[in-house]
């Protein structure tokens, strides 16, 4: 039988895998044991990618909701209604009346380009995507420090000290490869040290030589710590530090507040503890400091991200080998070749965003829900997502819902007819990456390999890509002629500035590797910043608008800034922590996954429990002044006792098309969140710091 190589796009990961096909059917996946980015493994989710190729309840036709009924229409007929409604909504509210939003598709560069090409010719500037509930803070901090253009990751193997924050690659793979843990087991048998920050002992916190919890939001304060015990006791390098950084002395002045009793007595992590942390990073050279969602998801992660990479800085551990590496972006959306290719310039539109033209936050979800449900600053009237299930995924659930009950168009493209495609007037059935061709050219993962996505069959049914889709509405709204490229021939575009051709990658179809720059690099070039060197300080940041020095700020709903919130919601809530089994709301519907977690739960320390009367087990209401939802308790050790924890992407409880999904539904801890807590640099929701109780529910029902 045909073996055909591709990659796996369940998360951002991609995974090589081999798809054994037998007459046009996939009877099998196994791992590429020749693609750098995981060696032939694949975890839980990738073993099962094909009960999500052949789910009997997957979007195979497009489908218009009249009433609560939903039926089957021709492509023809769907995109021409469409399209109609488009143009009504552009003739009566302006172009600007229409939002895109992008979710999974955000780590493809051929949807972005011709989803951003679309909507510049449609003539609307309201773009957003999940990139603002994943990566923006970093994003934004990477630049200021580092330059644009650029992105950074810790050498873990060759490290002699790794400070993980908020992040537990044991499941996750950082986002970036499955090669990361082991990386991290390797350096540690090497004699590595590892320091794990995080208020739950997650499955990497256990293999730590330190472990501490924090308090959620206050990470700023502890890395201020670090930096300023390491600077007060001379452990910085400071030749490192007059050669290559920029504002070193405002730094040191800003830092000094940051004593180790302050930081005690703000962040949860005791004097003893933060010194021994310090010493431990600061003379085991070379060292990195790295960090997800964890620290990211906070009114303020932007300021620990600037933070975080100070850190690296002064300690001397940035672009060297085992530190944290700066590397050029294959390709971004700041590149002068992605504004080429998506119009930027031929169509810019007349209109502001609906968060204006602030120089950080273009792609904030959470604006959009003002627009819809006040008029603020102006109307959205329209919406196209793809490949998303904002019901589910934003912040303050119920206000989602009111805003998408009020949209006169919300087109959706997807795999499923999802919980958002409840309030969906059009549902357009999407291909599976083992259906469609595509490109994958990650940044950040350590090695990058750029790889071809091929299909391995034809599309199921009548579901297509989502270039295909975005071509035909393009077209049948007289917008054909700028899209005349094939998706090969935008590719071999993006592919060029890698010295690379899709015929290069068809020739290789286990990735191939891109050189890095070679380390050191930037010890005899300058930095791409106004200084040329790494911005400790960041005088061109403040001049617009932000701070040229991270500085800790109270999270505005916490036991500090809101006692009297606290007196009756007095736990911390941290959502979104991840499992070796889910990772979207889209798997809860695949049988092997859903058997091993039907519904999701809410994780409390023992003490919590038994002060609450709680049983292991037992069904509890979790409140916030926002909402509560019920969900079965877990009561374990492995999290700080002032908090709780509420893995995310469950609360089918919508009439959607998920058999097993919407039969076993769980709960959205989003219900509980406030949409206009959000960091204002990068438009990122908090998701991790928010004050809650948990009760028995009254009855025991």
């Known amino acids: 039988m045909p073996q055909i190589k591709t990659h796996c796009k369940i998360c951002n990961c991609r995974c090589g895998i081999v798809a054994t096909v037998n007459d046009g059917r996939v009877e099998k996946i196994s791992g590429d044991p020749e693609c750098k980015k995981n060696d032939g493994a694949l975890c839980i989710k990738g073993k099962v990618m094909l009960e999500l190729l052949y789910d009997p309840d997957r979007l195979l036709y497009p489908m218009v909701r009249q009433g609560e009924n939903w039926n089957r229409l021709s492509w023809d007929s769907a995109l021409t209604q469409i399209a109609r409604k488009l143009l009504q909504l552009k003739a009566t509210h302006g172009p600007q009346s229409v939002a895109i939003y992008r979710g999974m598709s955000v780590y493809s560069w051929l949807v972005a380009v011709f989803l951003n090409r679309f909507g510049m010719a449609f003539g609307t500037p309201n773009f957003a995507s999940n990139a603002a509930l994943c990566v923006s803070s970093k994003v934004i901090a990477t630049h200021t420090s580092f330059g644009r253009g650029v992105s950074v990751g810790g050498d873990f193997r060759n490290s002699r000290c790794i400070l993980l924050l908020g992040t537990n690659p044991a499941v996750t793979g950082m986002h970036r490869s499955l090669r990361i843990m082991k990386d991290i087991l390797a350096a540690k048998k090497a004699g590595a040290k590892l320091i794990v920050v995080d208020p739950r002992k997650t499955e990497t916190a256990v293999k730590a030589d330190i472990y501490t919890t924090i308090r959620p939001g206050t990470d700023t304060a502890f890395i201020m710590g670090l930096v300023n015990y390491i600077i007060e006791n001379e452990l910085f390098d400071s030749d490192f530090v007059s050669r290559y950084t920029h504002g070193f002395e405002q730094l040191k002045a800003a830092a000094r507040k940051y004593t180790p009793k302050m930081v005690e007595q703000t962040t949860w992590v005791h004097e003893e503890t933060l010194q021994k942390i310090a010493r431990m990073f600061a003379t085991n050279r070379p060292a990195c400091a790295d960090r997800r969602e964890g620290v990211i998801h906070h009114e303020h992660g932007t300021e620990t991200c600037l933070a975080i990479n100070i850190l690296n800085a002064i300690t001397g551990n940035v672009d060297v080998d085992g530190g944290v590496q700066v590397q050029t972006n294959l390709f971004d959306k700041s590149s002068d070749l992605f504004r080429e290719l998506t119009g930027a310039e031929q169509f810019m539109p007349a209109a502001a965003p609906v968060t204006g033209r602030n120089p950080f936050t273009g792609d904030v979800p959470t604006a959009l829900l003002e627009a819809i449900l006040k008029d603020k600053p102006y109307p959205i009237r329209g919406m196209i997502v793809v490949g998303s ?102 590719m071999d575009r993006i592919l060029s500035q890698m010295g690379l051709r899709t015929e290069e990658l068809k020739n290789h179809p286990s990735g191939m590797v891109i050189e890095p720059r070679p380390v050191g690099y930037y010890h005899s070039h300058p930095y791409p910043t106004p200084s040329g060197m790494i911005e400790l300080y960041s005088d061109s940041f403040e001049k617009k608008g932000g701070p040229g020095l991270p500085s800790f700020r109270e999270p505005s709903e916490s036991p500090i800034s809101s006692p009297q919130i606290a007196e009756r919601f007095p736990l911390v809530l941290v959502t979104g922590n991840r499992l070796r089994s889910s990772y979207l709301s889209f798997l809860h519907n695949l049988p092997t996954l859903h058997a091993k977690n039907p519904e999701n739960w809410v994780e409390l320390h023992p003490e919590a429990a038994a002060a609450r009367g709680i049983e292991n087990g037992e069904r509890v209401v979790v409140e916030s002044p926002r909402g509560s939802i019920k969900l079965p308790a877990k009561v374990s050790p492995d999290i700080d006792p002032r908090v709780v924890a509420i893995p995310y992407g469950w609360g089918h409880h919508f009439n959607g098309s998920w058999q097993l999904a919407n039969r076993d539904p769980g709960a959205n801890p989003n219900v509980l969140l406030d949409y206009r807590k959000i960091d204002k640099l990068s438009g990122m929701p908090n998701f991790k710091s928010t004050l809650c109780e948990v009760r028995k529910v009254e009855g025991g029902g």
């Open 389 to 490: 299930n904002p019901l589910i995924s934003w912040p303050q659930t119920d206000m989602v819902r009111r805003a998408l009950q009020k949209l006169e168009l919300l087109v959706i493209v997807d795999l499923y007819r999802n919980d958002t495609a409840v309030f969906a007037h059009y549902a357009l059935p999407a291909a599976t990456f083992l259906e469609k061709l595509d490109l994958q050219a990650p940044n950040v993962a350590i090695p990058r390999v750029v790889q071809l996505q091929k299909p391995v069959i034809p599309p199921l049914g009548e579901s297509r890509s989502e270039s295909w889709i975005i071509k035909a509405l393009a077209d049948k709204l007289g917008y054909g002629s700028l899209f005349c490229e094939t998706d090969e021939q935008v």
